[in-house]
């Protein structure tokens, strides 16, 4: 009877039940220790060995020269560990290590999510039967990226969670390969949908609070966006006029990088706001990004300081204010509201100066989302009635809404561009 023995990764010998031998790796050597076994005399024969495994006699088993590759190829794939394996959350009570698998070597192969050649994606499972989660060790780099798109997949019934384990080190793991899903993977194969897989629940959705209420969805996941592509984004808007609440939830693809946005965004002053980005679930006290993420975090933070240049309000005062909160999308609707609500909106913002134009876009009859509807547009004859405008208005409640007051680019109003 012969039996397999793996040693570490990529090294394996075939021995006889009765024969024990230890490997160790120490130094670029390998030490080979034979116990209670049968490997005596110069030349050793063991059945089953491969062909020149023990080419020298057992005096010169140290330092074993005959195999300078092996202790480099198991170096190697104890290096890369940690970006080769991913975290599987929720299995169900019936799984197994071969279960498992078997299963996530299957859909990896249906989304063409396989790059290391023919063959299984998965080379070792290891299982939390009390906690039900595993630990799913992929051949490659690249292959445990794409198995990250697999987040929310249904396994035995039940939608499972894929992450990046602990022991992730995303800066580390940046020199050796890709870090995100290929952009390219048939999720619909096998029933997901790409973008959507997780949502934003679970620990890793952010909460980013304090958002000054003239940013657009747009600037909003621009900013986001510095730290790589979102998996979920939601601007909670209220459900009368469509207008920002001022806070949001993501979720990043790469949840590695959830700490690393948390630490570079939290506390940011941003107009006349403060940012307050933190986990959902952690209350006031962030977590820390981890010192191997420190040099991340600093580039993340000079992009931030670009982006937060580009979304700064027009600090030149210009002949037009932006309103913001000040009217609804249902209000109109209706024509004679419209014109009331137009009339009104003459009359109250010509006591600070000589209005030339009065603009406040109409939803269109079919329903359909259109450029700055919800928004008044204010033009004056001259900078200082619009100025006196922005003071007079900006915080003055509507219908029970507080009026948002910016200024606005005389160039976009021209070209009637609402949208910013």
Known sequence: MIERIGIGAGLGLDLNPHQRVNLNIDQGRVLVHAQRGQITGANPTIPGMFPNMFPLATSQLQPFSALPV??????????????????????????????????????????????????????????????????????????????MALDGIIFEGAPVKVRRPTDYNPSLAATLGPSQPNPNLNLAAVGLTPGSAGGLDGPDRIFVGGLPYYFTETQIRELLETFGPLRGFDLVKDRETGNSKGYAFCVYQDLAVTD????????????????????????????QPKPEQESILMHAQQQIALQKLMLQPALVATKVVCLTHAVSADELKDDEDYEEILEDMRQECSKFGSLVNVVIPRPPPDGEPAPGVGKVFLEYVDVDGATKARAGLNGRKFDGNQVVAVFYPENKFAQGDYEG
């Open 70 to 147: 092996m202790p480099v190829q198991a170096m190697t794939q104890q290096a890369t560990r940690h970006a080769r394996r991913v975290y599987v959350g929720g299995l169900p009570p019936t799984a197994n290590e071969q279960s498992v698998a078997t299963f996530f070597s299957q859909v990896m192969a249906k989304i063409g999510g396989n790059t290391a050649g023919p063959g299984d994606a998965v080379v070792n499972v290891y299982i939390n039967h009390d906690k039900k989660f595993a630990f799913v060790e992929m051949r490659s780099v690249e292959e445990a990226s794409n198995a």
């Open 260 to 287: 690393i946005a948390c630490a570079a965004l939290n506390g940011i002053k941003m107009g006349d706001k403060t940012l307050t980005v933190r986990r959902a679930n952690q209350g006031a006290n962030p977590q």
